[in-house]
């Protein structure tokens, strides 16, 4: 299908749906092209209608109706945006595209069924009670090896999943003891599906460093899921049911700072108050929340981060910024400094690393061949850097980067920050 114009003036199909009501983002949208370079679909593909503006054309096509919701041929070019928010980064005119995108696969829905991968992986996430057992078959696969060795066995497309869950592998933990004052803002940890899932480690090191820093913590019993991968497929109203059981679980602690160490949730979580917003009951309870949402980066940076010398041969690492963290959230600089803070870093330059990855919550396991486009580029520049190592902040592009690093025999890994910062302060503090 080609991108058709705009109508002016023409009445809508689809009233009252999600679409309709954020329908004011698509007037804001001017067609001037500048996100097409910042689209990682439309690099990759080579599809007007697989760029935002042309995504945009299609959406106010629906609201005319002038393509059905269940137009598959038509709807397959919103399927295949990563919803990185890239875009709006670029855009002169402040259409916020995520929103649209959000509201739009919300609206199609209604009229066609999500497919089945990702119907059921969304299932697991809204469920502790499926989530834990599939977390915890998946530490085996990964403890046992077989992760790994069916990610060096079968062919590449189906290696993928099992290279992602190796790629999560971080050895024996060392623990030390943060001697921080807590002197600083009471703070709680959103622990997370996938990072408290497969990332514990991460989560333990982020706590320590925070403590190490002068933040108290504290914590928020109950909470799960922020709802991230079923606001991005547009299963708003499970991302709705979600929110509001973090929000009860975080008022009832002490936290003036809810700290998140994954991008992705994050940007989330600081949106709730918009998922909320026409929720009487709940509205300034989520704007309230959303208010008090920072990015572990953020804390550490303006806590100095507390320094390290350094004690070992500098390691060559490459920043990849994750979409949510600087399209979705804004933050840039803050996970420079924490990589500056370890004292034994060379940072080096990363061609392409505001572009995504191609992971986007559930996008690389219902959109593989998408994603691996789109992943390719990003193996290449690292490649090229010459990086010892790619830090980034997110779980999902530490799995997708890792993971295809591990398809290809690359001897380089992907490690969080926070991790690096860690491992730093353990050096040269006491063990236990």
């Not at 989530?131 to 046992?144: K, N, Q, S």
């Not at 500098?314 to 004292?343: K, S």
């Amino acid at each position: 299908m080609s991108a058709v114009p705009l109508a002016a003036g023409a009445p809508c199909a689809l009233p009252g749906s999600p679409l309709d009501l954020a329908s004011g983002g698509i007037d804001a949208c001017v067609h001037c092209g500048f996100c097409l370079p910042a689209c990682p679909t439309y690099l990759a593909l080579e599809d007007e209608n697989d760029s935002p503006r042309g995504r945009i054309v299609l959406m106010r096509a629906l609201l005319d109706g002038r393509v059905a919701p269940d137009d598959n041929e038509a709807m397959r070019h919103i399927d295949q945006c990563l919803g990185c928010r890239g875009c709006e980064t670029a855009c002169p005119s402040g259409v916020p595209y995520g929103a649209l995108l959000e509201a739009t696969r919300a609206t199609i829905n209604a009229h066609r069924p999500l497919p089945w991968m990702a119907r059921a992986v969304l299932a697991v996430f809204a469920h502790e009670w499926l989530l834990r057992p599939a977390l915890l078959i998946a530490r085996a696969l990964r403890a046992t090896g077989l992760a790994h060795l069916a990610a060096r066995t079968l062919p590449a497309r189906l290696a993928m999943p099992f290279a992602m869950l190796a790629s999560t592998a971080r050895g024996s933990a060392t623990h030390w003891i943060p001697a921080g004052a807590g002197d600083r803002a009471p703070t709680a940890l959103l622990t997370g599906c996938v990072m408290e899932g497969l990332f514990t480690e991460l989560n333990r090191a982020t706590e320590r460093v925070l403590t190490a820093n002068g933040y108290r913590l504290s914590a928020a019993p109950g909470q799960v899921c922020c709802g991230a991968l079923h606001a991005h497929a547009g299963d708003a109203e499970t991302a709705r049911e979600l929110a509001r059981t973090n929000i009860a679980a975080f008022e009832q602690s002490s936290a003036e700072v809810i700290v998140m160490n994954s991008a992705g949730c994050g940007a989330m979580c600081r949106e709730y108050g918009h998922l909320l917003a026409h929720d009487a009951r709940w509205a300034a309870r989520a704007a309230a929340f959303s208010a008090k949402v920072r990015d572990a980066s953020e804390l550490l940076a303006a806590a100095g981060p507390l320094a390290t010398p350094a004690v070992a041969t500098p390691t060559r690492v490459a920043w990849d910024a994750p979409c949510h963290l600087e399209h979705g959230q804004r933050v840039v600089l803050p996970p420079l400094q924490v990589l500056q803070a370890t004292g034994s870093i060379t940072l080096i330059p990363l061609a392409g690393s505001d572009q995504c990855c191609g992971s986007a919550g559930v996008f690389n396991l219902v959109q593989p061949m998408v994603a691996e486009r789109v992943l390719e580029p990003k193996l290449e520049a690292i490649a090229a850097s010459g990086a010892e190592m790619v830090a980034t902040a997110n779980p999902g592009c530490l799995m997708q980067i890792g993971g295809g690093l591990i398809l290809e025999g690359s001897r380089v890994t992907a490690r969080h920050p926070v991790e690096l910062l860690d491992a730093a302060y353990a050096s040269r503090t006491p063990t236990r």
